[in-house]
């Protein structure tokens, strides 16, 4: 009995019973499904942060400093623009700062005016950022030490009140006040819920003027090698805290944490979800045993007539043993195919990358194997067991 | 002359164990059945017959007793090589036909092919040849539902042959078919006979028995007489 007559003989069994089968598959077409939605899903997320956080240059060297205890900062940020501008002195393992200033106002051209978002920056912001001037230049260290009012504006704020004609140059309001266009931002769309096209970009000594403060909302800090990140999170925190803070009057965020975050809210949705994927699987192989039982006593004389005419122990054993498989594998490529498409409908929905995990499609076919092995062996060794008379005798 | 017997019974015994008490259902036989020969084994109902016909097909193993199949001792074999025996020595022919419900009749006469491991392209040449012999090859791709019970019987004959068997055991071939049919059947088998295979066959009828070359008596699962 060569491998292509038991697949062909457990496809011909399977075939006649189709409702059956298809039954029996369900508990693992299941368990598979949610094998592969749950780990796809969790490494889009993942892909998701880390493709942001590259996105606008903020790689795993990258951390930020914010104010308060907790996010969102519910005291008022004691950061200011002095303590970002000592982090470079103080900490040498430090590539460099950016501090933020963030606010809203209303920006007025010719007789076009709406809100917009406000943030303030050092010159040194496009260096260190993926998020480049597309015309124009951006602003300048004069710009920043002499507050001088210079804005470089976003590409939606460009098509909202430029329309038609070049911004560079050309004078708006910000709350009132008369800024200079120096330059426009390259299109970068939205990241993690940021709208990097729809903003004012002010140097960073301005900004506190317009908004009337002289704190910073937060930090970005560059290490040179990722590896001293820890290390300069001590340093800043000693500083820091040294000056004119206590240790919980910030806090930080690196890329690893954000991520790990994440992490902890997914995880124990995955160790839920594992569970419904544990059981269904479980049910599906309980599933298949029983099928086979049935399957074996219903087809006692079949094995007689078999044996009959020479088949060995082996033969029958593989026989039920490769109905088992391909059930098994059956309901794992069901559940794969099914599995794929919810993955990519959620995925797709919800504006994540779509991800369909190489090792979670390896992972959930082992299962449907496994499944299909452990269910098929006893089953198929009462088959092998059968005593050729009594087989050939029996009545159904 | 010193030619092996097909068939050598010892004192073979098979005798079942029931609530009641030992059944002897074949009890101390001595036998030698020769290359060629027609043997009917001719009896009443429970004489032993079937019991007897399973002993011989290997199917089941004897309580005490020896039995030799071309000089084999089937007591020496295991499972495996009883199964082994009864795919390359053995043919049987059951009066319920015993086909694969699932398969149609051309692959029913691959079977013992498939399991002594013919390759599937000679497989279904020999059996096509093989049908041909039975005169069934108009209905190749029926199933055994879509045949009748002579139809049936004939692709089970088919199969029997498919591996050139030294033995052909046949446990009331005919007990299932009209007079007719039955006859069709007889002469398939007398065919058989005279291009030299060696048959046994169980019947219930002394006119089919007649046609055999060798009638056994059974009774009470001994041999009462042979003609
Ligand atoms: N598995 C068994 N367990 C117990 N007793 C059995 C078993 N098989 C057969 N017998 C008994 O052995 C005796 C011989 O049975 P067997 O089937 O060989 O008879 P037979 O000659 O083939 O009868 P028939 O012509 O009706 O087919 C009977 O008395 C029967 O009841
Ligand atoms: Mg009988």
Redesign the interface.
């Known amino acids: 009995m060569t491998g292509s007559d038991i697949l062909a003989s457990a496809v011909d069994s399977l075939a006649a019973n189709k409702v059956r089968s298809g039954l029996t598959m369900l508990g693992v077409v299941i368990g598979v499904a949610l094998v592969i939605i749950l780990v796809s899903l969790g490494e889009s997320a993942k892909t998701f942060v880390d493709d942001q956080m590259r996105g606008i240059g903020f790689g795993r060297n990258g951390m930020v400093i914010h104010p308060g205890k907790m996010d969102p900062p519910i005291e008022p940020s004691k950061l200011r623009l002095e303590d970002s501008r000592e982090i470079n002195r103080r900490v040498p393992e430090v590539l460099d700062q950016v501090p933020i200033v963030v606010g809203s106002a209303y920006i007025r051209a010719g007789n076009q005016e709406y809100k917009t978002s406000v943030r303030g920056f050092t010159e040194n912001y496009t260096e260190l950022v993926n998020h480049r001037v597309e015309s124009g230049a951006f602003l300048s260290t004069l710009d920043v030490e002499q507050h001088r009012k210079t804005c470089v504006i976003g590409q939606k704020v460009k098509a909202k009140l430029f329309s038609g004609f070049d911004p560079i140059g050309e004078t708006v309001r910000i709350s009132g006040r008369r800024f200079t266009v120096v330059g426009v931002m390259e299109k970068k769309g939205e990241m993690m819920g940021d709208d990097l096209d729809d903003l004012v970009i002010v140097p960073i000594t301005t900004a506190q003027d317009l908004l009337d403060t002289d704190k910073l909302n937060a930090v970005l800090v560059w290490a040179r090698r990722t590896e001293d990140l820890p290390l300069i999170k001590e340093r800043i925190i000693e500083f820091l805290s040294g000056r004119h803070m206590r240790k919980d009057d910030f806090h930080f965020h690196t890329q690893e944490e954000m991520i790990s975050i994440l992490g902890t809210i997914t995880g124990t949705l995955t160790a839920f979800v594992s569970g419904v994927a544990a059981v269904s699987l479980l049910v599906g192989c309980i599933g298949i045993v029983n099928i086979m039982l049935v399957s074996v006593m219903e087809r006692t004389r079949e094995i007689g007539i078999r044996k009959a005419v020479g088949a060995r122990h082996r033969d029958i054993f593989l026989q039920f043993f490769g109905e088992s498989m391909v059930l098994g594998l059956m309901g794992g490529l069901s559940g794969l195919v099914s599995g794929v498409a919810l993955a990519a409908l959620v995925m797709t929905r919800t504006g994540l990358p779509v991800h369909i995990s190489g090792w979670a499609v390896s992972l959930a076919l082992a299962c449907s194997l496994g499944v299909g092995l452990l269910a098929g062996v006893y089953p198929a060794m009462r088959a092998a067991r059968a005593n050729p008379i009594q087989a050939l005798r029996f009545e159904n | 002359m010193t030619q092996l017997p097909v068939l050598e019974l010892r004192q073979l015994t098979r005798h079942y164990d029931t609530p009641a008490g030992p059944v002897m259902a074949v009890h101390e036989m001595d036998l030698r059945v020769w290359r060629g020969d027609f043997v009917a084994l001719l009896g009443p109902s429970g004489c032993g017959k079937s019991s007897l016909l399973?002993l011989l097909?290997c199917?089941?193993r004897p309580s005490s007793g020896e039995l030799l199949i071309d000089g084999v001792a089937v007591s020496s074999l295991d499972?495996?090589g009883l199964?082994?025996l009864?795919?390359?020595k053995i043919g049987?022919v059951?009066q319920h036909y015993?086909?694969?419900?699932?398969?149609s009749a051309v692959r029913n006469v691959e079977?013992?092919m498939?399991?002594?491991?013919v390759p599937?392209a000679e497989r279904r040449q020999r059996a096509l040849e093989g049908l041909e012999r039975v005169r069934m090859s108009h209905r190749l791709d029926h199933t055994p539902s879509m045949l009748s019970g002579g139809e049936s019987q004939r692709v089970a004959i088919a199969?029997a042959l498919a591996?050139d068997p030294s033995l052909v055991l046949a446990d009331e071939p005919t007990g299932n078919l009209d007079t007719r049919t039955g006859e069709e059947i007889m002469q398939l088998f007398e065919k058989m006979h005279r291009e030299g295979t060696t048959l046994v066959m169980v019947t219930h009828s002394p006119e089919m028995a007649e046609r055999a070359s060798r009638i056994l008596r059974l009774r009470d699962g001994r041999i009462e007489s042979e003609t």
């Open positions: 399973n097909g199917l089941d499972d495996d199964a082994r009864r795919n390359r049987f059951f015993h086909l694969l419900p699932r398969m079977l013992p498939m399991y002594a491991g599937p199969r591996m």
